[in-house]
């Protein structure tokens, strides 16, 4: 009877077969991390950089799309904010991060 439980059981493993298979279930983790580093986080930190780089390089009369959705045009650039013209003898002044983008000169 024993003998029964004993070979279902099947042989017994050593210690040094199991040792593989930790590192074989991380695999797949590890993986997944590498596909969304370069698919969703390079891209997102390159992004970010642009962006950064666009808003440092600002300046007068550069044509510009705000966060909001309005358009104007740059009047003054200070060190965290800018002063736009959104309309006639409408300036409004926000800060640099609330500019979206640049835009073309013939875009209206």
């Given at each position: 009877?024993?003998a029964d439980?004993?070979?279902?059981?099947g042989?017994?493993?050593?210690?040094?077969?199991?040792?593989?298979?930790?590192?074989m279930?991380f695999l797949?983790?590890?993986?997944?991390?590498?596909?969304?580093y370069f698919?969703l986080?390079?891209?997102?930190?390159?992004?970010?950089?642009?962006?950064?780089?666009m808003?440092?390089n600002?300046?007068?009369?550069?044509?510009?799309?705000?966060?909001g959705?309005?358009?104007?045009?740059i009047?003054?650039?200070?060190?965290?904010?800018?002063?736009?013209k959104?309309?006639?003898n409408v300036?409004?002044r926000?800060?640099?991060?609330?500019?979206?983008s640049?835009r073309e000169?013939?875009e209206?």
């Amino acid at each position: 009877m024993f003998a029964d439980i004993a070979h279902a059981m099947g042989p017994a493993q050593s210690g040094g077969a199991g040792q593989g298979g930790g590192l074989m279930g991380f695999l797949p983790l590890i993986l997944i991390f590498v596909i969304f580093y370069f698919l969703l986080i390079r891209p997102q930190q390159k992004r970010a950089k642009e962006h950064k780089q666009m808003l440092d390089n600002l300046k007068k009369g550069d044509k510009v799309v705000l966060s909001g959705g309005e358009y104007g045009v740059i009047e003054e650039v200070k060190t965290n904010s800018v002063v736009v013209k959104i309309a006639e003898n409408v300036r409004v002044r926000y800060g640099k991060a609330y500019i979206a983008s640049l835009r073309e000169s013939d875009e209206e």
